[in-house]
Structures are given as C-alpha cells and as structure tokens.
C-alpha cells in the first residue's frame, strides 16, 4: 500500500517547477510589497505571513536542483534542505494563512505571480503528507460522495421539488443536447437555496433550454483547494463526463469562485485535453442574455448598495465588467468599494481556508480588512456571487455587529424580471 | 611595486575581462536555466493573448497600483528614486556612454555632469534609506538574508566609488577611479549569483505574470 | 668644481635686475603654494645659495628631456638658474668626451662627496635584464647609478623614463627597464615625471631646493607636491565644459571649434597631476590641451600603456570581445545542460508516480 511521504512531495515539487516559477525566484530582491498585498499579513502584522516566504519550500528545491549555482551550494552545505519538519511548520503558512487570491501576484513589483507558485507548492503539500485535515476531509468526501459536504442528490432533489412548487415551473433534470448543463456547489444547496430558484427563473424568462444532470450537479473541486492534481481530476473528469453525456454545448459554474476557476482554467490541463464545450460562470451567462435583450427588468433596488469581486472570478479570471452591467440593470444606488475589480480585496475564506478548521482565527483577522472597506462606503446592502464569500461577509459583518445584508447576484436579478 | 596607476591598468585591463567574462557566463547560465524548463501546454479556452499583455506588463509593472502606494509609499517612492537614479549615473554619464560605445559600439547623448552628480548624490541617500528601512521594517527584516545585505552592498559601492571619484575625493585619482571600477566588475561577477539578476529575470517574470493574467483577460 | 660666488652675486653678473629676480622667486613661491610674504625669504635663501655640484646621467632617454630645459626660444631665467648649478657631467651637453668626460663625473664626485646631486634622465636595464643594453664608456648604466649615487646628498629622476621607466618600459619592456626609485632606495629620490617635465618644474624644483635645502614635500609617486598636487583636469581651462557635460566628439566638429571638453577624445586629465594647465608651455604660450589635443598623461608612471591616446579614461585597455562571448556561450551550454539533465529526471518522476489518493489521505488524518 502506497503512502504519502517526503520524497514524494519532493518530486510534487519537482514536477510543478517551470520556467515562470524559475523566472520569479531569480527575481524576488526580498521588498516585501506582496506582504502589503496580504490580508493576513496586514491583519495580524505577522511578517512570517509574507506572501513570497510560504514559498520557502518550494524555492529551495527549485534553488538546489534546478540552479548550478544552487547545486554548488548544496554541496557545500549551504543551502538548507527541505525536511519534513519544515513542510509541517509551512502547512499553516501555505493553507491556513493563504486564500490564493492572487492579489501579491498583482502587485509583486518584479512581476513574481505567487498564487501561481501558491498552488504548485500545495501539490508537494499533499503529496507529503502536510495538508490540514479539513481540507483532506473535504477532499475524500468529494471524492467518495460526490460532494465535499457529504451532500446526496436526494437533498437536492427536496429543493428542486421546492423550487418547483414556488415558481410553478420545471426544473430539467438530465436532458440532452441542451445549451447548458448547469452544476452547483453543496453550499448553496444548503445556505442558499434560493440560488436555483433564481436561475430556473431567469432561464424560463430568457427561455434558456438548460439541464441539472443526475449524474455530476456538483461543481466544486476540493482537490484545487487542497492542491492535489490527481484528486482535483477525478472530480473534473466527472464534470466532463455528465457534460459529454448530455451532449450540452455549456457548462455553467455556479456562484462559486474556486469552482469556476477549477472547470474553466484547470480541468482542461487535468485531464489532458480541451473540453468538447465552453465554460461559463453564471455572471457571463446573463450579462450575455442582457446584451442580447433576452432580459427585461422592471424597478432598481434603491438601497445604497456595493459590491464585493470574489478574487476566483475578477481578479483570476477576468469576470469584472459582467457583474457591474448587471447592477446597473437592478440597483439604482451602487456604490463600489475603493479597491474593487481586479484590485479587490478578499474576503479571508477562499482558497479552502473556510475549510480549514483550523484557520478559523485566521480567517476572522483577514476578514478585518474586507470589512474596513466595507466601512469606507457604508453601503446598506453587499452584493456578491461566490457562495463561500458570501457565507464569509455573512458571518464576518454578524460578528462585527454591523447589520448589512449580503444577496446573491443571480437571486437579485431574478427580483426584478418582467413578468411574461 | 602595484601602486594606484598599476591597480587602474589591471582593471581597466585583464580584470575588466575577467568579470565581464563571468558576468557573461553566469547570466547566460541563470537564462538559460529558466527557459530550458519551459511550460506545460495550456489546454484552457483562452480569454485574451499572451504576448501582448505578457509585453505590457512588463512596462507597467514598473508603476505601482494607487493602494500599493498608499500602504508601501517608502517602498514605491524611494525604490523609484534609487533605480532611477542608478540608471541615470549608470547609462547618462558621458565617460560611461564613452565606455558602452567602445564596447559596443552604440552611444547616446549623456547628461551634464552635475546633474548627473546630483542624481547620484541623491540616490546615495535614497540607498542608505532602503538600507534603514530593510533593518527597521519588520517584514524586510524578517525577510533579509545576508545575500540581501551583500548585494546592497556591492550596489552601494559604485555609486559611493563614483562619487567620490567625481568629486576628488579619494587621492591618488588612479585609485579612486581603479575602485570604483572594481566595485563596478565585483556587481557585475556578483550579479548572475545572487538576486541582483532580477535585473535580467524580472522582465521574463513579469512577462509570464501579464501572460499567465493576460490568458484569462486580467490585465496585471 | 663648485665655485665659492653665490646665487645672487652670480645672476648680478649675468645682467638679472632685482625686479627680474624677485619675479622668479614670486613664481617660485606660488608654484610651491607657499604665500607671497615668502617671498623675500625665498629671495634672501637664493641669493646666498651656493652653485651645487650637479652630475646628470642620462640613460635610455631621448634627450627630448635636455630639449626642454636647454632649447628655449630666449634665453630664461630657467637658463639662468642653470647657471648656477655647476653642471659638472652631462655627456650631452659637455665639451670632453670619452674617459675626460668619466674623468669629469670621477672627479665631481669625489670634491663633492655627499653634497652633490645626481640627476638622471632615461630608464635602465634592470638587475635582472642584460646591461648590454645601455652602456656608457663600457660601463652599464645600472653600475654607474650605483656608483655615482653612493656619495650623492639626492637623486633627481627627470623625466618619465627615469621617473617611472617611461617609453623603454612600455610593453613588451624589451631591455628589461626600470625606474631610478626601483633601484636607488638608500638616497633621498624626486621624480619630476613628464615627457618631457615642464622647463619651470624642473628649475622650480632645483630652486626649492637650494632655497630649503631640504627635499620638498613628495607625493605618493615621489613627485613634489608643490608642481604635482593637482590633476590637470582641476586646473584645466575647458574644466568648466566638463562640468556642463560639453565635450568635443572629433577633432573638427564644433565642440573642438569652440573649445570644449577634450575627454571623449581621450583626454587623460583627470589622472594626470602636472603642472602644465598652469605653468603651461613655451614660456606660458601654451600647452596640450590649449592646442586642442587631449592630454596623454605623460607625467604619470605607465602612460604608454595606459590605453589608446584617443581613447576616454573609461574605456577598458583591452577588452576581449571573443573571451566575453566565449563565456557566454559556454555559460548557455553548462546552464542548459544541467537543467535540462534535472528537468529530464522530474518529468522522469512524474510519468512514474503514484497518483495521490484519498485512500492515502485518509491515512494521513
């Protein structure tokens, strides 16, 4: 029986290094403005969560193999070898401290792209050992029930006979050659039901020919989060296959940031190949439909409302401009955040911070920081469209005591359409 | 007998060779290393190219974004000042121009003297900074290595070597020119060992961030 | 052969007026940076000054040293002051020849044991070299050095060659050259480099020391501070282009025209100490730099080999492109190698590895 070990996560290391990663490490000169990029650093001012240091592990590998001079180095004794001890003190450096919200990567001054190198090193996490049990319960769960909560289609289907009920419309459960094949995540399913009332809603009005399938309805991937290629392309690889199945020409990821980035940018190198469909997020779906006049609305919020960006969909995938032309449709009132759009802030949970027990003390402090540009605006309402952010801004404004509704994007719109 | 004239004709002589030999060496060896290991295929439907953001970052990366700015001004502002200014005394000094047209075979109009004086005096100060700020700043603190505080140092001293040379500061002048071009051929043969070569690597870095953000439309 | 007649009686028979006197020892005094109240010391020191016994050797020189010291358009007061050194051995110079002239040298020294200065203008073959090439009456020039220094009270190295080993130095020093310093270290020695030296340091230099009768103060290279303290560079006249970043780029365009900075033509002020930007040439007519050709540097020890004349000071001596490139190359083929060899072996890994599994993670939890 094969297990998982030190050498193992070494040649994890090996394999994820490249010549972007070889490139940022010739070129850290130790500024530390990524620090100043980081929610967890700024929020706890630890400079141990220095965003380019998590990367120690994976630096010295790359400096001892892949650099003569490092070679060189290494032998004579120079240079310090990466041990098992090491991995464990960088597990919490690498998971608990880190939301791979890509913002360092924004404004490393020579260009170092450390949420990229974030995700290679968690692959030599995994591989040894060193992941936080959180996040491998997620993963087995995902991998053995479909869903990292342990989710059963049997729960969805009790909302799909509800959602049926309150609109008196058909949810399409598994049929082929439509355009979209849209997935969930089991969070919403639990906290935010009110997700796929919304879209069954919105695609009746927009007559969108769509489909649930039996087969895969979930689009999260532990595996990304945890780092771990092998688990996060079992989980891919279901998605392909309901898609292939029922011959859709669309995948439609909910709103959920890590799980868009996993379907849109990761599953096609998982598996090896392009998709025989597109990858969308629920956001560019309907600001297409609004583009093309498939949505009409009628009244606006007239609330002061603002928006948060989740990282996974502006700022790593470029969905920035979709979601504002959709306020603009139903908010009379918006307001942005002062750093917003690629430059936004997370909200402390991605990454699979939120599920990561552990982190849980972390994940407050870097809140502190979304919650102070909340406060800048004072906004009466947060809009968003990632359920883990906004599972997070719920808690998080609770907690601070600060009454501030936060709505999904998707369920807000679908407030507002026209009635046929 | 090596007096001061002896130490000048070795540096501008066979030591000159000697470190733009290892310079050469060592960062060909440093390039070549990184584009050797290459990129895995990208399977992904792309949203936007890779060159022309990958071409753009490299440039704007230089500027810093407004938040950046407010929450690291020392770092952006005195960064700025001491780069530029080294680039200024580096490559608008007429002897230098006079040196890269002998070697190359390209020059350029220089900059008067005493502005060029200025700069440098100016960015004597800006290094001297940084150097306060690495020790006090608690995550630079944390971050530096004596590679950090070496490389400071071999930065330092053309700069100081130059300007004492300009100024007559330092006597005999053969010496005081002989030092500060040793200490331009000790970063030069520093260079390819230590992160000094971001120089070089932080325009490949910043080429595969703009093209790695650029791949999926985020302009970096 | 020293003569009793002192400085002052001396020049009043060759017809110097007082006012023609005091002027040199006005000159004298501000060359040796000393203030104008010196002056009549420096006046009063001369006049009694007694003639010394002086012995010039000159060895492989070109006689371009003599030049400048005897062929000056009127005759100087420089001429003068010759006058009243007693010049008792130059075999340029002198009527005898042949074993009269080492008769003379033999017999100068002998009056004046331990008072008489030996000047010295050429380099010499070395110890180690072969003396045959350079002898005098049949006598090396390395053991005449020796021997005529022995009761000498200080040696004077006129001129580059003797100074610092000059043109016989230059690479490939074929004959083995050397400099006077590198052979005669228990004599006081003064170096007054120049190729030729300047016609006033060289009486400058005799006339501060009959006045002090001592050595004057010496810089690193032996040279009297008082003619060698500043660069030409700080004394220059077209300094002040340099400073605006004004430079000539050839020869004939407009900066060379309008007289601007000679360094990108390769003007070797700001290494060179000398006095020629202030004393200048031809009795003050003018100088190098004056006439629009760069300075060569040539009162500094190894000008020969300092780089092209026409090069700037910056520019390497002898840059190996080939080398520089060779390097580079090499330094591709090492790097590529090595990395390629370790990225062969992880991608090697990787095809063989056991794919992570939950099974495995749940033995981890």
Same mark, same amino acid.
């Given at each position: 029986?094969?297990?998982?070990?030190?050498?193992?996560?070494?040649?994890?290391?090996?394999?994820?290094?490249?010549?972007?990663?070889?490139?940022?490490?010739?070129?850290?000169?130790?500024?530390?403005?990524?620090?100043?990029?980081?929610?967890?650093?700024?929020?706890?001012?630890?400079?141990?969560?220095?965003?380019?240091?998590?990367?120690?592990?994976?630096?010295?590998?790359?400096?001892?193999?892949?650099?003569?001079?490092?070679?060189?180095?290494?032998?004579?004794?120079?240079?310090?070898?990466?041990?098992?001890?090491?991995?464990?003190?960088?597990?919490?450096?690498?998971?608990?401290?880190?939301?791979?919200?890509?913002?360092?990567?924004?404004?490393?001054?020579?260009?170092?792209?450390?949420?990229?190198?974030?995700?290679?090193?968690?692959?030599?996490?995994?591989?040894?050992?060193?992941?936080?049990?959180?996040?491998?319960?997620?993963?087995?769960?995902?991998?053995?029930?479909?869903?990292?909560?342990?989710?059963?289609?049997?729960?969805?289907?009790?909302?799909?006979?509800?959602?049926?009920?309150?609109?008196?419309?058909?949810?399409?459960?598994?049929?082929?050659?439509?355009?979209?094949?849209?997935?969930?995540?089991?969070?919403?399913?639990?906290?935010?039901?009110?997700?796929?009332?919304?879209?069954?809603?919105?695609?009746?009005?927009?007559?969108?020919?769509?489909?649930?399938?039996?087969?895969?309805?979930?689009?999260?991937?532990?595996?990304?989060?945890?780092?771990?290629?092998?688990?996060?392309?079992?989980?891919?690889?279901?998605?392909?296959?309901?898609?292939?199945?029922?011959?859709?020409?669309?995948?439609?990821?909910?709103?959920?940031?890590?799980?868009?980035?996993?379907?849109?940018?990761?599953?096609?190198?998982?598996?090896?190949?392009?998709?025989?469909?597109?990858?969308?997020?629920?956001?560019?779906?309907?600001?297409?439909?609004?583009?093309?006049?498939?949505?009409?609305?009628?009244?606006?919020?007239?609330?002061?409302?603002?928006?948060?960006?989740?990282?996974?969909?502006?700022?790593?995938?470029?969905?920035?401009?979709?979601?504002?032309?959709?306020?603009?449709?139903?908010?009379?009132?918006?307001?942005?955040?002062?750093?917003?759009?690629?430059?936004?802030?997370?909200?402390?949970?991605?990454?699979?911070?939120?599920?990561?027990?552990?982190?849980?003390?972390?994940?407050?402090?870097?809140?502190?920081?979304?919650?102070?540009?909340?406060?800048?605006?004072?906004?009466?309402?947060?809009?968003?469209?990632?359920?883990?952010?906004?599972?997070?801004?719920?808690?998080?404004?609770?907690?601070?005591?600060?009454?501030?509704?936060?709505?999904?994007?998707?369920?807000?719109?679908?407030?507002?359409?026209?009635?046929? | +007998?090596?007096?001061?004239?002896?130490?000048?004709?070795?540096?501008?002589?066979? +030591?000159?060779?000697?470190?733009?030999?290892?310079?050469?060496?060592?960062?060909?060896?440093?390039?070549?290393?990184?584009?050797?290991?290459?990129?895995?295929?990208?399977?992904?439907?792309?949203?936007?190219?890779?060159?022309?953001?990958?071409?753009?970052?490299?440039?704007?990366?230089?500027?810093?974004?407004?938040?950046?700015?407010?929450?690291?001004?020392?770092?952006?502002?005195?960064?700025?000042?001491?780069?530029?200014?080294?680039?200024?005394?580096?490559?608008?000094?007429?002897?230098?121009?006079?040196?890269?047209?002998?070697?190359?075979?390209?020059?350029?109009?220089?900059?008067?003297?005493?502005?060029?004086?200025?700069?440098?005096?100016?960015?004597?100060?800006?290094?001297?900074?940084?150097?306060?700020?690495?020790?006090?700043?608690?995550?630079?603190?944390?971050?530096?290595?004596?590679?950090?505080?070496?490389?400071?140092?071999?930065?330092?001293?053309?700069?100081?070597?130059?300007?004492?040379?300009?100024?007559?500061?330092?006597?005999?002048?053969?010496?005081?020119?002989?030092?500060?071009?040793?200490?331009?051929?000790?970063?030069?043969?520093?260079?390819?060992?230590?992160?000094?070569?971001?120089?070089?690597?932080?325009?490949?870095?910043?080429?595969?961030?703009?093209?790695?953000?650029?791949?999926?439309?985020?302009?970096? | 052969?020293?003569?009793?007649?002192?400085?002052?009686?001396?020049?009043?028979?060759?017809?110097?007026?007082?006012?023609?006197?005091?002027?040199? *020892?006005?000159?004298?005094?501000?060359?040796?940076?000393?203030?104008?109240?010196?002056?009549?010391?420096?006046?009063?020191?001369?006049?009694?000054?007694?003639?010394?016994?002086?012995?010039?050797? /000159?060895?492989?020189?070109?006689?371009?040293?003599?030049?400048?010291?005897?062929?000056?358009?009127?005759?100087?007061?420089?001429?003068?002051?010759?006058?009243?050194?007693?010049?008792?051995?130059?075999?340029?110079?002198?009527?005898?020849?042949?074993?009269?002239?080492?008769?003379?040298?033999?017999?100068?020294?002998?009056?004046?044991?331990?008072?008489?200065?030996?000047?010295?203008?050429?380099?010499?073959?070395?110890?180690?070299?072969?003396?045959?090439?350079?002898?005098?009456?049949?006598?090396?020039?390395?053991?005449?050095?020796?021997?005529?220094?022995?009761?000498?009270?200080?040696?004077?190295?006129?001129?580059?060659?003797?100074?610092?080993?000059?043109?016989?130095?230059?690479?490939?020093?074929?004959?083995?050259?050397?400099?006077?310093?590198?052979?005669?270290?228990?004599?006081?020695?003064?170096?007054?480099?120049?190729?030729?030296?300047?016609?006033?340091?060289?009486?400058?230099?005799?006339?501060?020391?009959?006045?002090?009768?001592?050595?004057?103060?010496?810089?690193?290279?032996?040279?009297?501070?008082?003619?060698?303290?500043?660069?030409?560079?700080?004394? *220059?006249?077209?300094?002040?282009?340099?400073?605006?970043?004004?430079?000539?780029?050839?020869?004939?365009?407009?900066?060379?025209?309008?007289?601007?900075?000679?360094?990108?033509?390769?003007?070797?002020?700001?290494?060179?100490?000398?006095?020629?930007?202030?004393?200048?040439?031809?009795?003050?007519?003018?100088?190098?730099?004056?006439?629009?050709?760069?300075?060569?540097?040539? /009162?500094?020890?190894?000008?020969?080999?300092?780089?092209?004349?026409?090069?700037?000071?910056?520019?390497?001596?002898?840059?190996?492109?080939?080398?520089?490139?060779?390097?580079?190359?090499?330094?591709?083929?090492?790097?590529?190698?090595?990395?390629?060899? /370790?990225?062969?072996?992880?991608?090697?890994?990787?095809?063989?590895?056991?794919?992570?599994?939950?099974?495995?993670?749940?033995?981890?939890?």
């Amino acid at each position: 029986m094969t297990e998982l070990s030190l050498e193992r996560g070494l040649q994890a290391f090996r394999d994820e290094i490249d010549a972007p990663v070889a490139a940022f490490f010739s070129s850290c000169v130790h500024c530390g403005v990524c620090a100043q990029a980081c929610p967890f650093y700024l929020e706890t001012g630890d400079p141990k969560y220095t965003p380019i240091l998590k990367l120690e592990p994976l630096r010295l590998v790359w400096e001892r193999e892949f650099t003569l001079w490092g070679r060189l180095k290494g032998l004579l004794g120079l240079s310090r070898r990466v041990t098992d001890e090491m991995l464990a003190e960088w597990e919490e450096l690498l998971y608990d401290s880190c939301s791979m919200c890509g913002r360092c990567s924004l404004v490393c001054p020579v260009g170092n792209d450390i949420q990229y190198m974030v995700r290679k090193a968690r692959e030599g996490m995994v591989a040894s050992g060193h992941a936080p049990e959180g996040l491998m319960g997620a993963s087995i769960r995902a991998v053995r029930t479909g869903s990292p909560m342990g989710l059963q289609w049997k729960t969805l289907e009790v909302q799909i006979k509800h959602v049926e009920t309150s609109t008196g419309l058909t949810v399409p459960i598994d049929v082929p050659d439509v355009d979209y094949l849209v997935l969930l995540s089991s969070m919403e399913i639990i906290n935010f039901p009110e997700y796929l009332e919304a879209i069954t809603k919105i695609f009746d009005h927009a007559e969108v020919s769509w489909t649930l399938s039996t087969e895969c309805f979930e689009a999260t991937n532990a595996g990304i989060q945890i780092g771990s290629k092998d688990i996060a392309a079992l989980l891919v690889e279901r998605v392909v296959k309901a898609a292939e199945t029922l011959r859709v020409k669309n995948v439609i990821s909910p709103e959920c940031g890590h799980a868009y980035t996993a379907v849109r940018w990761e599953g096609p190198n998982l598996i090896g190949q392009s998709y025989p469909f597109r990858v969308f997020h629920i956001i560019e779906v309907l600001d297409d439909l609004r583009a093309a006049g498939r949505i009409r609305t009628e009244g606006k919020e007239d609330d002061r409302l603002s928006l948060h960006d989740p990282c996974n969909l502006a700022r790593k995938s470029g969905v920035i401009q979709q979601q504002r032309n959709l306020m603009d449709l139903v908010a009379s009132n918006f307001v942005e955040l002062k750093e917003h759009g690629r430059y936004q802030w997370c909200c402390g949970a991605g990454g699979g911070v939120s599920s990561n027990e552990r982190a849980e003390d972390l994940k407050r402090s870097a809140f502190k920081r979304k919650k102070a540009q909340i406060e800048e605006v004072e906004p009466e309402r947060m809009v968003t469209m990632c359920a883990t952010c906004r599972t997070q801004l719920e808690e998080g404004l609770e907690e601070f005591n600060m009454d501030i509704p936060v709505v999904g994007l998707t369920e807000m719109l679908a407030e507002h359409l026209v009635d046929k | +007998m090596i007096d001061s004239v002896d130490f000048l004709l070795w540096v501008k002589g066979p +030591m000159f060779n000697i470190a733009l030999a290892i310079f050469a060496l060592g960062v060909t060896i440093r390039l070549v290393e990184i584009f050797v290991l290459g990129r895995k295929p990208n399977y992904a439907e792309a949203r936007g190219g890779e060159w022309g953001p990958g071409l753009r970052t490299m440039v704007t990366r230089s500027v810093a974004d407004p938040g950046t700015f407010q929450r690291a001004p020392f770092d952006v502002l005195v960064g700025w000042i001491w780069h530029v200014g080294f680039l200024i005394a580096l490559l608008l000094f007429i002897p230098h121009i006079e040196l890269i047209k002998s070697l190359l075979g390209v020059g350029w109009p220089g900059l008067p003297n005493p502005v060029v004086d200025a700069v440098t005096a100016v960015t004597l100060v800006a290094l001297v900074a940084t150097l306060i700020h690495r020790l006090r700043h608690p995550v630079k603190r944390h971050l530096s290595t004596f590679e950090d505080y070496l490389i400071w140092t071999v930065t330092f001293l053309p700069l100081i070597t130059g300007y004492l040379a300009y100024h007559r500061l330092i006597d005999p002048y053969p010496l005081a020119l002989g030092l500060h071009i040793l200490s331009a051929q000790i970063f030069l043969i520093v260079l390819p060992f230590t992160k000094l070569t971001h120089m070089f690597t932080a325009f490949i870095a910043r080429w595969y961030n703009g093209a790695i953000f650029g791949r999926k439309g985020v302009s970096s | 052969m020293a003569e009793a007649k002192t400085l002052g009686e001396h020049l009043r028979e060759q017809g110097v007026s007082r006012r023609g006197f005091l002027k040199f *020892c006005t000159a004298t005094a501000s060359l040796m940076a000393l203030p104008p109240t010196m002056v009549p010391a420096i006046a009063a020191a001369l006049e009694q000054a007694r003639r010394p016994s002086v012995i010039w050797l /000159s060895f492989q020189e070109c006689t371009g040293c003599t030049e400048a010291l005897t062929r000056s358009y009127s005759p100087t007061i420089e001429d003068l002051i010759f006058d009243f050194i007693s010049l008792d051995y130059h075999h340029t110079l002198q009527a005898a020849s042949g074993d009269a002239a080492e008769h003379a040298r033999e017999e100068a020294m002998r009056a004046n044991w331990g008072q008489y200065l030996v000047i010295v203008d050429g380099s010499l073959p070395g110890p180690d070299a072969n003396p045959g090439y350079s002898t005098i009456a049949g006598i090396s020039n390395w053991t005449m050095l020796e021997e005529t220094v022995e009761g000498a009270a200080a040696v004077i190295a006129i001129g580059s060659c003797a100074a610092f080993g000059g043109l016989p130095h230059a690479r490939p020093n074929p004959t083995g050259a050397v400099a006077v310093m590198d052979l005669v270290h228990d004599k006081p020695v003064i170096n007054v480099p120049g190729c030729p030296p300047l016609p006033m340091v060289m009486t400058g230099v005799l006339a501060q020391y009959l006045t002090f009768g001592q050595i004057p103060e010496l810089d690193a290279y032996l040279r009297p501070r008082a003619f060698f303290g500043q660069s030409i560079h700080d004394r *220059c006249y077209r300094r002040p282009f340099y400073d605006k970043g004004l430079f000539a780029a050839t020869f004939d365009d407009e900066g060379a025209r309008a007289g601007w900075c000679l360094y990108r033509l390769g003007c070797k002020g700001p290494s060179t100490y000398n006095a020629c930007a202030t004393m200048r040439w031809n009795g003050g007519t003018s100088w190098p730099v004056e006439a629009g050709a760069p300075c060569l540097g040539c /009162s500094e020890s190894r000008f020969w080999d300092a780089g092209d004349f026409y090069k700037a000071l910056s520019v390497p001596t002898d840059f190996d492109a080939g080398a520089v490139l060779a390097a580079g190359a090499a330094g591709a083929v090492i790097g590529g190698a090595a990395v390629a060899l /370790s990225k062969r072996r992880a991608r090697n890994e990787a095809t063989h590895r056991a794919p992570v599994t939950v099974d495995e993670l749940e033995q981890k939890q």
